[in-house]
């Protein structure tokens, strides 16, 4: 089955800074990429996603970005702020029946 | 916070107690999703339904138990098989595959601690 595989396992950065995370995975038939943040206590919940038949994707301060042959994918978060304190998943799905997670990244902003 | 719900938030048992979580959504999604996350783990599937009367085991099925007698219900029994079921419990949902080979965005629900002792 699919593997997937997320570093580093905890970030801090300085408010106003960037925060880089990465994921790879195993099965070249992934097609479909979510990253949830969970605050503590709370649900997952979804930030961005990409399919495979996209690039690059951007959300306000928010940008995942894929390279099918290298297979790996990233998030991007500019202009850190406190509120983005959290763990986040990512993720990679062939068909929708299952979703295969990463372990988690939890990001510290420091103000 | 309307959607998917999920019942009791914290639940203690006993060793040796079959124990059943709730999950409900009213998002008219066709699947559903059981995950269980342990710190430093992430989430993994314990099962999956993509439509009424049938799902899938998942990557850590044993020990665990569900139905999916109606769109909107999909729970989950964590049987006494389950060697260490302490855990937090999560339950998804999304649009599901109609047939197709496309993923969709899973909604959660707000997880359910369980502690067996």
């Known amino acids: 089955g699919e593997n997937v595989e997320q570093h580093p396992s905890t970030l801090s950065v300085q408010e106003g800074d960037s925060a880089v995370i990465k994921c790879t995975y195993s099965?070249?038939?992934?097609?479909?990429f979510p990253w949830y943040k969970q605050e503590l206590g709370k649900r997952p919940q979804l930030i961005i996603d990409?399919?495979?038949?996209?690039g690059e994707k951007k959300d306000q301060r928010i940008a995942v970005t894929l390279n099918k042959t290298a297979k790996h994918f990233s998030l991007h978060i500019t202009e850190t702020q406190p509120e983005d304190s959290a763990v986040y998943f990512c993720?990679?799905?062939?068909?929708?029946?299952?979703?295969?997670f990463g372990t988690g990244t939890s990001l510290t902003v420091i103000p | 916070d309307g959607g998917i719900t999920q019942s009791p938030k914290y639940l203690f048992r006993k060793e040796g107690q079959n124990v059943t979580l709730s999950c409900e959504q009213n998002?008219?999604?066709?699947?559903m999703y059981w995950y269980r996350q342990d710190p430093g783990q992430g989430l993994r599937l314990i099962y999956y339904?993509?439509?009424?009367?049938?799902?899938q085991k998942g990557d850590i099925a044993e020990g665990y138990s569900v139905s999916r007698e109606k769109k909107e219900s999909f729970p989950l029994t964590v049987t006494s098989a389950q060697k260490n079921p302490t855990a937090f419990y999560l339950c998804?949902?999304?649009?599901?595959?109609?047939?197709?080979?496309?993923?969709?965005?899973?909604?959660f629900g707000p997880g359910t601690r369980l502690t067996v002792t």
């Open positions: 998804a949902s999304s649009k599901g595959l109609a047939g197709g080979h496309v993923a969709y965005e899973q909604y």
């Open positions: 099965d070249s038939a992934s097609n479909y």
């Open positions: 990409i399919r495979s038949n996209v």
């Open positions: 993720a990679a799905s062939v068909t929708g029946n299952q979703f295969y």
């Open positions: 998002l008219n999604h066709d699947a």
């Open positions: 339904s993509q439509i009424v009367n049938d799902f």
